[in-house]
Nanobody, 120 residues
Framework: QVQLVESGGGLVQAGGSLRLSCAAS????????MGWYRQAPGKERELVAT???????KYADSVKGRFTISRDNAKNTVYLQMNSLKPEDTAVYYC??????????????WGQGTQVTVSP
């Protein structure tokens, strides 16, 4: 069974930094696009950043210049470095991954989510 395990959330003051990690485990032939999404109370889940296996990245306009997504393909892990955090960044952050199973089928999976709270 393939799963994503996230870590690194917490409470931080505005202007501070946090680093989220998400490790994939299980029978994975290849990890393709990995990304981070977030969902604030009363709002829909939104894209934060994605990264391909080749390292191409995409960011939401609201986080450009403050957040950096990276990955370690050898560890099947994606990271999100969040700097200059703002109260509006408060949300549950979810890791997402597209992977190819050894059978050749492709799937998308989600992590369990990690809470990020930014105080004013």
């Amino acid at each position: 069974q393939v799963q994503l395990v996230e870590s690194g959330g917490g409470l931080v003051q505005a202007g501070g930094s946090l680093r989220l990690s998400c490790a994939a485990s299980g029978r994975i032939f290849s990890l393709n696009v990995m990304g981070w999404y977030r969902q604030a109370p009363g709002k829909e889940r939104e894209l934060v950043a994605t990264i391909t296996s080749g390292g191409s990245t995409k960011y939401a306009d609201s986080v450009k210049g403050r957040f950096t997504i990276s990955r370690d393909n050898a560890k099947n892990t994606v990271y999100l470095q969040m700097n200059s955090l703002k109260p509006e960044d408060t949300a549950v952050y979810y890791c997402n991954a597209e992977y190819t199973h050894y059978t050749g089928s492709s799937y998308k999976i989600w992590g369990q989510g990690t809470q990020v709270t930014v105080s004013p």
